[in-house]
């Protein structure tokens, strides 16, 4: 029953308790994760960049400093309305200069054209994705030819949610997102483990192939 509960949150966080519990939880525990994929994406100033599930917009915040050509575009979605009103806060300036764009959507129907961005990262959310191969097939969909995605995860701390059931089924596992990227037509896809000071992590890149 707290398994679910919590799974719920993590997955759609609500203007509520435990939506705002959960989402200091984010901005504690993942800005580690968001840094590095930020990094390892290894952003140009005239890159258009997505972010899927964004959560509270640390990750947001990260790539927009990177993005300093006058083409530099930054995009995320997210599909929980709070989570969309606190990033959309946070990136208020950018938002209003047309630097960054926040769309409150699911990731497997993007209002985005196709082959339209460089480069992709995410932090903990394929995890929640329903039909992984759904929505890896939209993202390869609005990534350009070599396009690269970076997702980063705490390994260890997911299995072990995975295990309490607090994530439905086993998408959670790398395994079935990275068969999922290689049917949808991404190449070059490998799992590393990653260290940043104490904390060790994973890194899942891909290449969009057209
Ligand atoms: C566990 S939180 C991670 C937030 C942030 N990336 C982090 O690591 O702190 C997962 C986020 O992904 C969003 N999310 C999950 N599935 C989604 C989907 N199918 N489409 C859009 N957003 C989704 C949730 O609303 C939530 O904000």
């Not at 997210?78 to 926040?102: F, P, W």
């Not at 904390?199 to 290449?207: K, P, S």
């Amino acid at each position: 029953m707290w398994a679910e509960k919590l799974g719920k949150q993590l997955g759609n966080p609500t203007r509520s308790l435990g939506g705002w519990l959960v989402s200091k939880l984010f901005k504690v525990r993942n800005q580690i994760l968001e840094e590095n994929a930020v990094q390892m994406l290894e952003i140009q100033p005239g890159d258009t960049v997505l972010e899927l599930g964004h959560g509270p917009g640390l990750g947001l915040q990260a790539a927009a400093k990177l993005l300093t050509g006058p083409t530099g575009h930054l995009i995320g979605v997210d599909y929980s309305k709070y989570m969309h009103q606190m990033a959309a806060e946070r990136m208020k300036e950018l938002i209003a200069s047309g630097k960054v764009t926040l769309h409150l959507c699911d990731v497997a129907g993007m209002p985005l054209a196709d082959n339209t961005v460089d480069k992709v990262f995410h932090c903990n959310c394929y995890y929640f994705w329903p039909d992984l191969g759904k929505a890896t097939s939209e993202i390869h969909r609005v990534m350009k030819q070599g396009g690269r995605m970076v997702t980063t995860m705490r390994l260890s701390h997911v299995a072990t949610l995975g295990a309490k059931g607090v994530m439905p089924g086993e998408n959670w596992r790398p395994e079935a997102y990275m068969a999922a990227l290689s049917d949808s037509g991404f190449t070059d896809i490998r799992m590393d483990d990653k260290q940043h000071e104490n904390t060790t992590f994973q890194a899942v890149f891909a290449t969009a192939l057209k």
